[in-house]
């Protein structure tokens, strides 16, 4: 079992910067492939960015692409997600998950965290 907690989430303005932290709990975190998805009113919740067990490969969607930085300190069994030039469409509940491989198919992953609120103000 892994247990995950989201924080550092919140209201910003368009073009402003956010960090996201996820702090994982229970087996060793850095055996887990672990990614961030997100989730609008309304809409299915879809993939943000993906990272490897030893955080050398990243993936991201590319609506985040360029703007978004994936990374991970398994010293602090923590996930970080860096959101710089934020848009209002990236406005959504944000997840940090944890799977046996680092991917941007929502299905392979394991455990999940709470969700932390972003909304960007236009």
């Known amino acids: 079992q892994v247990q995950l907690v989201e924080s550092g989430g919140g209201l910003v303005q368009a073009g402003g910067s956010l960090r996201l932290s996820c702090a994982a709990s229970g087996r060793t975190f850095s055996g887990y492939g672990m990614g961030w998805f997100r989730q609008a009113p309304g809409k299915d919740r879809e993939s943000v960015a993906a990272i490897s067990w030893s955080g050398s490969t990243t993936l991201y969607a590319n609506s985040v692409k360029g703007r978004f930085t994936i990374s991970r300190d398994n010293a602090k069994n923590t996930l970080y997600l860096q959101m710089n030039s934020l848009k209002p469409e990236d406005t959504a509940v944000y997840y940090c998950?944890?799977?046996?491989?680092?991917?941007?198919?929502?299905?392979?992953?394991?455990?999940w965290g709470q969700g932390t609120q972003v909304t960007v103000s236009s």
């Open positions: 998950a944890a799977g046996r491989t680092w991917t941007m198919t929502i299905k392979e992953y394991v455990y």
